[in-house]
């Protein structure tokens, strides 16, 4: 099952379009992921201004 790791590790890192058959902690990871690459992106901005 590697090939099920490496799409679940992708998913984690936002750089496939997930699937609409995803499991609610697959969209819940993926709503973290979103949140902490906001939050990031302000820092980073806040950081050069």
């Known amino acids: 099952m590697p090939e099920m790791a490496d799409i ?6 936002g750089l496939i379009l ?6 609610s902690m697959d969209a819940n990871d993926r709503k973290l992921y979103q949140i902490a ?5 302000m820092l980073h901005k806040r950081r050069f201004n």
């Open 8 to 13: 679940k590790d992708k998913k984690r890192r």
């Open 18 to 23: 997930i699937e609409e058959d995803e499991t």
């Open 37 to 41: 690459l906001s939050l990031r992106m």
